[in-house]
């Protein structure tokens, strides 16, 4: 919050509410439960996310759906001034001030951009994602037996796609310890980095092994952009088509992304 900025008029107190109504109103479409509709008092506290709420909206009349919409609100977050940090500060923010998020919804996109990653990293993704879903906490223990050097870029893709797998397996109501392991990290002749992660622990119960695992590609400021999505319960019928493959009690999910932006599961 800034204490320079002055209070908001009536009117646009009135258009915030307005716009966290429709918020709302088009997560509730989607079957995804959120809180209740919002006080005065919390119309004032989320005063500084006006702007971000009118761009999830604008995004949202030009995608597929809203979680296209909120990647869209996060990329437009993001100042692009290289740190790494305080865009993730930003993302957590408005997860926070929004207070719109359930277990059943939770939306991260990642810029793939060649940066240095803090060692904060995935404490900063755990708060993101504790403020984005309503969950029981989770131990995550993170197993490499890749042996393979995680470059700045490729890090990036391989804590993201271990992020998502985490997502996945706090969405799960045995909750408890989780042990993933990178199973592949490695780029081929091509140029194009292959990530591959498996769940260690009991696996992911069926309904969530059932959701929607769903990868776009977007290009920002020409930069080759890599997003992905996890959905518990919006498309459970996709799910296993589109880079989930069970065995047995172990869940495993590849990825191949080319340097130009290219992307394929398997």
Same mark, same amino acid.
């Given at each position: 919050?800034?204490?320079?900025?002055?209070?908001?008029?009536?009117?646009?107190?009135?258009?915030? *509410? %307005?716009?966290? *109504?429709?918020?709302?109103?088009?997560?509730?479409?989607?079957?995804?439960? =959120?809180?209740?509709?919002?006080?005065?008092?919390?119309? %004032?506290?989320? @005063?500084?996310?006006?702007?971000?709420?009118?761009?999830?909206?604008?995004?949202? @009349?030009?995608?597929?759906?809203?979680?296209?919409?909120?990647?869209?609100?996060?990329?437009? *977050?993001?100042?692009?001034?290289?740190?790494?940090?305080?865009?993730?500060?930003?993302?957590?923010?408005?997860?926070?001030?929004?207070?719109?998020?359930?277990?059943?919804?939770?939306?991260?996109?990642?810029?793939?951009?060649?940066?240095?990653?803090?060692?904060?990293?995935?404490?900063?993704?755990?708060?993101?994602?504790?403020?984005?879903?309503?969950?029981?906490?989770? =131990?995550?223990?993170?197993?490499?037996?890749?042996?393979?050097?995680?470059?700045?870029?490729?890090?990036?893709?391989?804590?993201?796609?271990?992020?998502?797998? @985490?997502?996945?397996?706090?969405?799960?109501?045995?909750?408890?310890?989780?042990?993933?392991?990178?199973?592949?990290?490695?780029?081929?002749?091509? %140029?194009?980095?292959?990530?591959?992660?498996?769940?260690?622990?009991?696996?992911?119960?069926?309904?969530?092994?059932?959701?929607?695992?769903?990868?776009?590609?977007? =290009?920002? %400021?020409?930069?080759?952009?890599?997003?992905?999505?996890?959905?518990?319960?919006?498309?459970?019928?996709?799910?296993?088509?589109?880079?989930? @493959?069970?065995?047995?009690?172990?869940?495993?999910?590849?990825?191949?992304?080319?340097?130009?932006?290219?992307?394929?599961?398997?």
């Amino acid at each position: 919050m800034n204490p320079s900025r002055p209070d908001h008029t009536p009117a646009s107190t009135e258009a915030t *509410a %307005r716009l966290s *109504a429709l918020l709302r109103s088009r997560l509730n479409a989607m079957g995804v439960v =959120t809180a209740p509709e919002p006080s005065a008092a919390d119309v %004032r506290r989320v @005063r500084d996310a006006d702007a971000l709420l009118a761009q999830f909206v604008r995004a949202s @009349r030009h995608t597929s759906g809203t979680v296209r919409a909120f990647s869209s609100l996060i990329a437009d *977050a993001h100042e692009d001034d290289g740190n790494t940090m305080h865009w993730l500060s930003r993302v957590e923010r408005a997860a926070a001030e929004l207070d719109v998020f359930s277990a059943r919804l939770c939306a991260l996109r990642l810029n793939d951009h060649e940066r240095p990653v803090s060692a904060r990293w995935s404490d900063v993704f755990s708060r993101v994602a504790a403020r984005c879903s309503h969950i029981a906490p989770c =131990t995550i223990e993170a197993i490499d037996r890749s042996r393979a050097p995680f470059t700045q870029r490729g890090e990036l893709l391989g804590r993201m796609i271990f992020q998502l797998v @985490r997502n996945a397996m706090e969405a799960s109501p045995r909750g408890g310890m989780v042990r993933v392991r990178v199973d592949e990290f490695r780029r081929d002749a091509l %140029r194009q980095f292959h990530v591959r992660v498996s769940d260690e622990g009991p696996g992911l119960d069926p309904a969530v092994a059932a959701s929607a695992w769903e990868p776009y590609v977007t =290009t920002r %400021r020409g930069h080759a952009g890599l997003g992905l999505a996890f959905v518990a319960a919006a498309a459970p019928v996709v799910g296993a088509a589109v880079g989930m @493959r069970r065995e047995a009690s172990r869940t495993t999910v590849h990825m191949m992304v080319g340097e130009e932006g290219g992307l394929q599961w398997e």
